[in-house]
């Protein structure tokens, strides 16, 4: 076997042996912090609304921290019964006043455990603060970094809804576009939902438009499981805005279409979860990831596209409507960048580099034309 081959390989499931490499919480740092929650919800007065907020966020750092929270209500409960056993060799009166105190000190030990149990459980308690809608304006961009490290970039005219809870990190791209960079945690998935398909990842970089019934997907970094959901499983009057993690999780609602690995895109063309179909999944080289992703530079990258396909692109990013005057021209082949946003400067371009005319029909109208001398 050759020799540099065999070292590649080697290189790279070290490569994934690292990165797979998770931080250990330190259990004793959770425990005494948990015993403190403990403490503050056992007192005279309820937890005020910071209180809560606070424990929320501790709650939503791992699954370890909501078991040692309900091990340590266990344990002050059994801890509080101990102390109260009553003593051997006491008189029958005595007895009975430490059962009396001892029940008594029970209810409250036990009314604890339900609280805890509540705060655990009730989803609306592990909501994230970065929950909510997030829009952008036609020929906008804006970068929104969640709680757990993970980033998102929208294009324009998009909008996602974001909702993180201590089992899940979902996200809804409403519409538009969006680029995801996911921090790795193994407890939580990170899902993306748009229609009735679903994008989920764990520990990787891909972006997700959604275009008209389609949906485009390119892999960055890792691998993403596409699949297709049951359309009925919510209203469509309310399936934009609402989650339903329960049902989605049935994996008799979900049929898997295939899994996306970095370096690769393909298209997901939307019906239901029996019509949903995956386009052949294609391998694209860096220059190709760049030009699909260079709108995260403020730039367009065409290369060799039609200029029927570069003024539609272009219409994503403003209010203008571009008209092409006459069908021959809408197959101009185009090449090069255009600064995003800047309608002006693109048509400019168009008309320095390729041989055409832009004429201001109105104030956002623009017909482009063969170029007169």
Same mark, same amino acid.
């Given at each position: 076997?050759? /020799? ?12 994934? +042996? ?53 091990? +340590? ?14 003593? #051997?060799? $006491? $008189?029958?009166?005595?007895? @009975?006043?430490?059962?009396?105190? /001892? ?15 509540? %705060? ?26 969640? &709680?757990?490290? &993970? ?22 791209? #409403? ?7 996911? =921090? ?15 994008? !989920? ?16 997907? %390119?892999?960055?970094? @890792?691998?993403?499981? #596409? ?47 029996? *019509? =949903?179909?995956?386009?052949? %999944? ?8 760049? !030009?699909?992703? &260079? ?34 021209? *809408? ?9 995003? @946003?800047?309608?002006?400067? +693109? ?20 017909? #482009? ?5």
């Amino acid at each position: 076997m050759d /020799r540099s081959l065999l070292n590649e390989d080697c290189e790279q499931r070290w490569n994934l +042996m690292r990165d797979n490499v998770y931080p250990y919480p330190d259990a004793r740092a959770i425990e005494d912090e948990a015993a403190d929650w403990v403490i503050k919800l056992d007192g005279d007065t309820p937890p005020s609304p910071e209180q809560l907020d606070a424990l929320r966020e501790w709650l939503s750092r791992s699954p370890a921290h909501r078991k040692a929270l309900m091990a +340590m209500a266990h344990f002050w409960n059994n801890n509080i019964l101990t102390e109260l056993s009553v003593p #051997l060799g $006491k $008189k029958d009166a005595d007895r @009975g006043k430490q059962d009396r105190l /001892r029940w008594a000190v029970s209810a409250i030990a036990v009314t604890l455990l339900i609280v805890i149990a509540a %705060i655990l459980y009730t989803p609306w308690l592990l909501e994230d603060k970065n929950n909510g809608l997030y829009v952008t304006a036609v020929g906008q961009q804006k970068s929104i970094v969640l &709680s757990d490290g &993970s980033n998102v970039e929208l294009n324009t005219n998009s909008q996602v809804n974001v909702r993180y809870t201590g089992e899940y990190r979902d996200i809804h791209l #409403l519409q538009g576009e969006a680029y995801f960079d996911v =921090a790795k945690d193994k407890e939580r998935p990170f899902r993306v939902y748009v229609g009735n398909s679903r994008v !989920q990842a764990v520990g990787t970089a891909f972006t997700v438009y959604a275009r008209g019934a389609d949906i485009d997907v %390119i892999v960055t970094e @890792g691998k993403v499981l #596409l699949e297709a959901l049951d359309a009925m499983m919510i209203p469509h009057s309310q399936r934009d805005l609402v989650f339903d993690e329960q049902a989605y999780d049935k994996s008799k609602h979900a049929r898997e279409l295939g899994l996306l690995r970095a370096g690769e895109k393909t298209t997901v063309m939307e019906g239901n979860a029996d *019509k =949903a179909t995956l386009a052949e %999944i294609q391998e694209i080289d860096h220059e190709d990831v760049e !030009q699909g992703l &260079s709108w995260r530079r403020g730039f367009l990258s065409f290369n060799g596209e039609s200029l029927g396909e570069v003024v539609e692109e272009i219409s994503r990013y403003t209010t203008v409507t571009i008209e092409i005057a006459g069908p021959s021209l *809408k197959n101009i082949k185009i090449g090069g960048q255009l600064q995003v @946003g800047d309608t002006e400067s +693109m048509l400019d371009a168009l008309e320095a580099n390729f041989g055409l005319q832009a004429t201001r029909l109105g104030y956002n109208y623009v017909r #482009l034309s063969t170029a007169t001398n």
